[in-house]
């Protein structure tokens, strides 16, 4: 059974999952150490994990790091990102403000540029700059890359 993979992932003690399934401590005790369970407790279990009976009863489950995404996208992606933010460890925050400062910064230089025709040129490509950027947060979540992920879990 995955059970205490599932409830550390969710960083919740046995008390806290016994409270909130409405089973009893040593139930959960008794199933995390590879005992039957009925399929009521599965149930009950199921729902407050938010997760099916039978991802329950698997013997294992394979929780990816950041680090193994990041090595399992393909190589064109490494080198993109690699490239782009000049680090191999990608950040969703920096991709997001990337992509405000070029919008903000090219609305400002296109506006400007009612007055000087070089200012509307750097606009533009402000805000091409930020739909490249747009590009790199889809690509980013495509792979499930993002490096900051793991410290808000």
Known sequence: MILKQLRMSRHLTQ?????????????IQRIES????????????????????????????????????WQGAPLWVKWWFGLNYMNLT????????AIFTCHIS???FCLLGLVSQPALAGGVIMLG??????????????????FDA????
């Open 34 to 69: 590879g005992h039957n369970a009925s399929f009521e407790s599965l149930k009950c279990l199921a729902s407050v994990l938010e997760v099916n009976v039978e991802t329950l009863q698997q013997t294992r489950l394979d929780m990816k790091t950041q680090k193994d995404l």
């Open 90 to 97: 990608p950040s969703k925050r920096a991709t997001l403000r």
């Open 15 to 27: 008390e806290q999952l016994a409270e909130m399934s409405g089973l009893n401590v040593r139930t």
């Open 106 to 108: 090219g609305y400002l």
């Open 150 to 153: 793991e410290a808000s879990q």
């Open 129 to 146: 700059v930020g739909y490249f950027f747009n590009f790199c947060l889809w690509l980013g979540n495509k792979y499930s890359i993002w």
